[in-house]
């Protein structure tokens, strides 16, 4: 167990972290939007404590217990540990852990989400066997974020 904690260790050193459920919410907002990710698309609850460290990209973020999320655009269920970890980048966050969909009756994890090209509006979800599935942006975006995006769309 000792390795463990070692490990753990080394990949928070050096981070940036904030506690309690106001600033991790404000922090999470920050991020997502910081990498280009609509702000709906991780819906954490009671968050306790949120980490970054800017050098290796290495993210986390702990609740207080675990959550499941249905994503009514998606049709799709999922469930997010009491930790989720992830490595991001503009537009990426990839060896995920601690996200899970229902896909029929298995749950599936989430290892990577990307935007790959930001004009075609679709987020991808990949699994740890490189199989992935994508949906428009707008299923995750916040009621605030799909409204701005309308008007925005209407302008052009």
């Known amino acids: 167990m000792a390795s463990n904690n070692s490990k753990e260790d080394d990949q928070r050193a050096?981070?940036?972290?904030?506690?309690?459920?106001?600033?991790?919410?404000?922090?999470?907002?920050?991020?997502?939007?910081?990498?280009?990710?609509?702000?709906g698309v991780l819906p954490l609850k009671d968050l306790e404590e949120c980490g970054r460290?800017?050098?290796?990209g290495f993210v986390w973020m702990k609740q207080k217990a675990?959550?499941?999320?249905?994503?009514?655009?998606?049709?799709?269920?999922?469930s997010y540990s009491t930790e989720v970890t992830a490595y991001v980048e503009k537009f990426k966050m990839k060896k995920m852990t601690?996200?899970?969909?229902?896909?029929?009756?298995l749950w599936v994890p989430i290892t990577e989400m990307s935007i790959e090209d930001p004009a075609t509006n679709k987020i991808y979800f990949k699994t740890?066997?490189?199989?992935?599935?994508?949906?428009?942006?707008?299923?995750?975006?916040?009621?605030?974020?799909k409204h701005k995006y309308l008007e925005d769309k209407d302008k052009k």
């Open 14 to 39: 050096g981070a940036e972290i904030v506690y309690g459920a106001e600033q991790c919410y404000q922090h999470s907002i920050e991020l997502l939007e910081e990498l280009g990710f609509p702000k």
């Open 98 to 105: 601690g996200v899970k969909s229902k896909q029929l009756f």
């Open 128 to 145: 740890p066997m490189g199989i992935g599935k994508s949906f428009p942006i707008t299923a995750f975006m916040t009621d605030e974020e």
């Open 66 to 78: 675990p959550y499941d999320h249905f994503f009514v655009g998606t049709n799709t269920r999922v």
């Open 53 to 56: 460290v800017r050098e290796t």
